[in-house]
């Protein structure tokens, strides 16, 4: 997968090194804004509340 | 990675035990960045948004305390004790209060937002809808984050009876006294009710009640402390004593 994805990539390696790291600030990105908040609206290990459920 | 020299059908099924390894890999990253994310990011990220609420809603109150009218003390009336600043039920979301525990910090002041939804307790302490407003009569009901989210009640099992909570308005300042703490289901809604733990008692008491997750890291149980109205105090006397700094013993 990884072999792949640097295979895919072009220019020289400092290129494909650079696309590789935009490419993983972009995943995480996605991940702080999007994803995670939505996983712990489900999880809710941290939920203080009382309430009648 | 290249094992186009070899049998095509060894080769592709060391491809696919190749991949299926890197996704779990990746599976794995995504999850340590999860928790980096939950114990951490969020809680630095709340934690700077609740520091500034909490500096607006000072330059605010500091602006406007000249123009605030005094507040009258309706003293009869239900559910009105003397001076509540907060006569109506701020929109869901806003910060109204600060509160202020000197067991957690001299530095300590969270912002209180009304609301107890998840936006709620990101961006502070939230005040159970329909319960009391500071300084009224019944229970002035709040919950707030004991990991995670800026964790304005990180420390809440280090506070002993008799312990300061300090509730800040716009007009006033309400001194609570920490009186007992329990642990208790997460559906036991009796602890925020009027008289904490009896429910349908009419009140006589301005309470105080936090209520926190618990253990911590976990949704199990939850951990709440009660807390008595002490004093009130006009903004315009300063900051009342009960603001000291405890020792921590």
């Known amino acids: 997968m990884y072999a792949w994805w640097w295979r895919i990539l072009p220019g020289p390696w400092w290129v494909r090194l650079l696309l590789s790291l935009v490419a993983v600030a972009a995943v995480v990105l996605l991940c702080f804004e999007v994803v995670f908040p939505a996983v712990a609206e489900r999880l809710a290990i941290n939920d203080g509340t009382v309430d009648g459920r | ?249």
Not at chain 2, 121 to 149: D, F, K, S
Not at chain 2, 173 to 199: C, G, K, L, M, N
């Open chain 2, 1 to 249: 990675m290249s094992a186009a020299g070899s049998a095509p059908g060894g080769s592709r099924a060391r491809a696919a035990v190749g991949v299926v390894g890197e996704l779990l890999v990746t599976a794995g990253l995504l999850t340590l960045l999860f928790v980096v994310w939950q114990l951490y990011w969020t809680d630095f990220t709340s934690g700077r948004a609740q520091a500034a609420e909490v500096d607006q809603l000072q330059s605010r109150w500091a602006t406007s305390a000249p123009a605030t009218p005094g507040t009258v003390p309706t003293p009869g009336a239900p559910g009105a004790a003397p001076g509540v600043a907060v006569d109506v039920t701020p929109p869901q979301g806003d910060a109204f209060a600060i509160a202020y525990v000197p067991r957690f910090g001299s530095g300590y002041a969270v912002p209180v937002v009304e609301g107890t939804g998840t936006s709620d307790l990101q961006e502070g302490i939230g005040h159970y809808r329909g319960t009391a407003l500071p300084g009224q009569v019944g229970n002035l009901a709040l919950a707030g984050h004991r990991v995670t989210y800026g964790k304005p009640f990180n420390l809440i099992a280090d506070l002993q009876d008799g312990d300061a909570v300090v509730v800040a308005t716009a007009t006033q300042w309400f001194t609570y006294r920490v009186q007992s703490h329990e642990i208790v289901r997460p559906s036991q809604v009796s602890v925020i009710a009027p008289v904490p733990d009896q429910p349908g008692a009419t009140p006589t008491q301005a309470w105080l009640t936090m209520t926190a997750c618990h253990p911590m890291h976990s949704a199990r149980q939850r951990y709440v402390v009660h807390a008595l109205l002490e004093s009130v105090q006009d903004r315009s006397a300063g900051p009342p004593a009960s603001l000291a700094p405890v020792g921590q013993g």
